[in-house]
């Protein structure tokens, strides 16, 4: 996975420390998967020799993204809904 994958990962980790570590794990390893769906079909491509601009590419590229920021969504809806009903808790 290249490096720049691994900085976004941390990020996410970082923002899930509120979360319980089971929950964390899973967001964390979900947005890994789409890091890595996105490299696997990029290298797919350059091996076919073919653009990244082909439907294919561009549901398995979508898909990679929509992991990967769903998570990011949910890291940051999640403290709010441990605080009960939606509300800050401001303590």
């Known amino acids: 996975m290249p490096l720049h994958a ?3 990962l941390l990020l996410l980790a970082w923002a899930l ?5 089971r929950a ?14 996105l490299v696997f079909v990029s290298i ?3 091996v076919r020799g073919e653009s990244l601009g082909t439907t294919f590419s561009l549901v398995a590229l979508a898909v990679g993204l929509v992991a990967i920021a769903g998570m990011f969504i ?5 403290p709010l809904r441990a605080s009960g009903k939606g509300g800050l808790h401001m303590d």
């Open 17 to 21: 420390a509120q979360v319980p570590s």
């Open 74 to 78: 949910w890291a940051f809806v999640a």
């Open 6 to 8: 691994t900085e976004s």
């Open 44 to 46: 797919f491509q350059a």
């Open 24 to 37: 964390a794990l899973r967001a964390v390893s979900i947005a890994a998967s789409g890091h890595w769906g």
